[in-house]
């Protein structure tokens, strides 16, 4: 058994959270630059120069990509041989989601009660998933999400009989519709299967998968490919303004389901699709 006091999860979150406002990871910044290339409409690979030029600014003076530095959400992997000592493990992440939200002068975007509506001025509390695994160690990760895309988001509760082609129309239903208002290009997050919640975890959970990689499962694959070509054909562009560079990645996410139903959620993120990882 291994002893990790949650004061190094604190420091942790706390760093994290402040590097991921700051610095795309190499995946979504390469995708962005393939993107530059790819796009015929003049005013879209201005517009994607223009989201370039801006990374390279956040990072170098380390300032937010974007004003809007999302809510916290943070994925927990946790090995069933860790014990924790400290702080309650939950109270640990939001203090690290605290402090570095206050240290690195963060936009604090999170209010205390839906319908109240009274800022907690600290970005707390975060949405904190958590998963057990064998071994010995924490795997950390932080994907602050802003809420431009989010809103744009949708979930779908088909019917098997809906098949494949069900879900393709969801996809792209969903796209359609957001338009410019999720600041595109941007990446499309799919959770398929489980039940009404665990499909919009999947698709959340797949905005963090890496956009170089692919599902390992070969009918997922090939939908992935297929849905990024049709999506970059819908027209929309870099910041709605027209063009072929709409999307940067899908990914998908598959989970099994009941016999008489087919959840499936498609989770947008904008072109600052942050996340990052760390073990403990």
């Not at 979150?13 to 390469?30: G, P």
């Not at 809103?151 to 009989?161: D, I």
Request: glycine share 10%; proline share 5%.
């Amino acid at each position: 058994m291994r002893i990790i006091n949650t004061g190094e999860i604190t420091k942790a979150v706390k760093e994290m959270c402040m590097e991921v406002n700051i610095r795309l990871s190499d995946d979504v910044k390469n995708a962005i630059l393939r993107g530059k290339e790819k796009e015929e409409s003049a005013l879209g690979r201005q517009i994607l120069c223009q989201l370039e030029e801006n990374m390279n600014i956040a990072a170098e003076s380390k300032i937010p990509i974007c004003q809007d530095t999302g809510m916290a959400v943070v994925f927990l992997k946790v090995g069933q041989d860790v014990h924790f000592e400290g702080d309650y493990i939950e109270d640990a992440v939001n203090e690290g989601i605290r402090q570095g939200y206050r240290e690195g002068y963060l936009r604090k975007s999170v209010v205390k009660d839906p319908v109240d509506r009274i800022n907690t001025n600290d970005n707390t509390p975060g949405i904190i998933h958590y998963e057990f695994v064998p071994g010995e160690q924490v795997e950390i990760t932080v994907a602050p999400k802003g809420f431009g895309s989010e809103n744009m988001s949708r979930l779908y509760m088909l019917k098997p009989a809906d098949g494949v082609d069900g879900i393709k129309d969801a996809i792209l239903e969903t796209v359609r519709l957001a338009g410019p208002n999720a600041c595109p290009p941007i990446v499309v997050g799919v959770g398929i299967g489980g039940t009404f919640e665990k499909c919009a975890f999947l698709a959340k959970k797949a905005l963090t998968r890496d956009l170089d990689s692919s599902s390992p499962i070969p009918y997922v694959k090939e939908l992935e490919d297929e849905m990024l070509e049709k999506i970059n054909k819908l027209g929309i562009g870099p910041g709605g303004l027209g063009g072929k560079v709409t999307a940067l990645g899908v990914n998908i996410e598959t989970y099994p389901t009941h016999i008489a139903g087919m959840p499936v959620a498609i989770n947008i993120c904008c072109h600052v699709n942050r996340h990052i990882k760390r073990i403990i």
